[in-house]
């Protein structure tokens, strides 16, 4: 039997459309993106899926092109944003017109979407945030799906679990340093607080705060070990970052306190891991606080 291309799919597709026959095209266009993952058709069956209510498949589709959507035409911005709107997805709308500087007017349409589902869905948005608000509650492998499930909510609602869970005394490290992180994208320009991985409370305004890899101790950290004779190794390489990125996460946003000395930082984490090599250098005063409450937080993940 021949397979079709998708270039014929999508031709397929197109005459289905213009023949009022949308069940087929929408077949035709999931099978061309089947074979074809590319920006253009992500937006076509966005589209599509969209006009059949398929919302939350339309929100998952645009999702894997976020960074496309955002820098592309106001038309393309509109229709993430309205897949979005469609599956109740707030907090990702918001943090698409935030992230991207997108024009005010779209705020307002989220604004109203976000009213209208608060006064027709009660019963949803109290179950979701009272599920947020006690995230402490639930097991770390639960934590993500439920921080992922109150980005539907609205951002009022959201933001105020999200302070709670930030001086919540019961939440691990990564839990807060998480929500900060979606507070950030959310552009929150008012003054929170927070406690730290070493136990104090402080006062952080989100959108102020540079993102983990903007991070200036990040960078040196991440340029050390690309540096390294452990880079020689790709894959143990990445899984090495990864193990890294976790520690530097968990000291957000007090990177600059909690590294002093970038070099011991570096060489007693890789101790840490279990790998072998000789140094002199130990760790002191604050980045030795620091060090401990990060090796407490590690162990309780």
Same mark, same amino acid.
Request: hydrophobic fraction near 40%; proline fraction near 3%; include cysteine.
């Given at each position: 039997? &021949?397979?079709?291309?998708?270039?014929?799919?999508?031709?397929?597709?197109?005459?289905? !459309?213009?023949?009022?026959?949308?069940?087929?095209?929408?077949? @035709?266009?999931?099978?061309?993106?089947?074979?074809?993952?590319?920006?253009?058709?992500?937006?076509?069956?966005?589209?599509?899926?969209?006009?059949?209510?398929?919302?939350?498949?339309?929100?998952?589709?645009?999702?894997?092109?976020?960074?496309?959507?955002?820098?592309?035409? !106001?038309?393309?911005?509109?229709?993430?944003?309205?897949? /979005?709107?469609?599956?109740?997805?707030?907090?990702?709308?918001?943090?698409? $017109? @935030?992230?991207?500087?997108?024009?005010?007017?779209?705020?307002?349409?989220?604004?109203?979407?976000?009213?209208?589902?608060?006064?027709?869905?009660?019963?949803? %948005?109290?179950?979701?945030?009272?599920?947020?608000?006690?995230?402490?509650?639930?097991?770390?492998?639960?934590?993500?799906? !439920? %921080?992922?499930?109150?980005?539907?909510?609205?951002? +009022?609602?959201?933001?105020? /679990?999200?302070? @709670? $869970?930030?001086?919540?005394?019961?939440?691990?490290?990564?839990?807060?340093?998480?929500?900060?992180?979606?507070?950030?994208?959310?552009?929150?320009?008012?003054? $929170?607080?927070?406690?730290?991985?070493?136990?104090?409370?402080?006062?952080?305004?989100?959108?102020?705060? +540079?993102? &983990?890899?903007?991070?200036?101790?990040?960078?040196? %950290?991440?340029? &050390?070990?690309?540096?390294? +004779?452990?880079?020689?190794?790709?894959?143990?390489?990445?899984?090495?970052?990864?193990?890294?990125?976790?520690? &530097?996460?968990?000291?957000?946003?007090?990177?600059?306190?909690? !590294?002093?000395?970038?070099?011991? =930082?570096?060489?007693?984490?890789?101790?840490?891991?279990?790998?072998?090599?000789?140094?002199?250098?130990?760790?002191?005063?604050?980045?030795?606080? =620091?060090?401990?409450?990060?090796?407490?937080?590690?162990?309780?993940?």
């Amino acid at each position: 039997m &021949l397979e079709i291309d998708s270039a014929e799919l999508q031709k397929l597709g197109n005459q289905a !459309i213009a023949e009022g026959d949308d069940e087929h095209a929408l077949m @035709y266009f999931e099978e061309a993106y089947s074979k074809e993952q590319s920006f253009a058709l992500n937006i076509k069956l966005a589209e599509l899926y969209t006009q059949h209510e398929q919302n939350e498949l339309a929100n998952d589709l645009v999702h894997e092109y976020v960074a496309e959507y955002g820098s592309s035409t !106001i038309e393309a911005q509109r229709i993430f944003i309205n897949a /979005c709107l469609n599956a109740n997805a707030f907090i990702d709308a918001r943090q698409f $017109i @935030y992230m991207n500087h997108l024009d005010s007017g779209f705020l307002e349409q989220v604004t109203e979407s976000e009213n209208h589902f608060r006064d027709t869905q009660q019963a949803a %948005v109290l179950e979701n945030k009272k599920s947020f608000y006690h995230l402490s509650d639930a097991p770390m492998g639960q934590q993500s799906q !439920i %921080v992922r499930r109150a980005k539907h909510l609205p951002r +009022p609602e959201f933001l105020f /679990c999200a302070k @709670y $869970i930030l001086i919540d005394p019961f939440a691990h490290q990564l839990s807060r340093v998480s929500v900060l992180e979606e507070l950030m994208k959310l552009g929150v320009s008012e003054e $929170i607080e927070m406690m730290s991985l070493i136990g104090q409370h402080e006062r952080v305004v989100p959108n102020q705060i +540079p993102f &983990l890899t903007q991070q200036s101790k990040f960078k040196a %950290v991440m340029n &050390l070990l690309a540096n390294s +004779p452990l880079a020689n190794d790709p894959t143990q390489f990445e899984i090495l970052k990864q193990q890294v990125n976790l520690c &530097l996460m968990l000291m957000m946003p007090n990177l600059d306190q909690a !590294i002093s000395d970038v070099k011991v =930082w570096t060489e007693q984490t890789l101790l840490m891991f279990g790998m072998e090599f000789s140094t002199t250098d130990t760790e002191s005063g604050a980045q030795k606080e =620091w060090r401990d409450a990060l090796n407490q937080a590690l162990m309780t993940l």
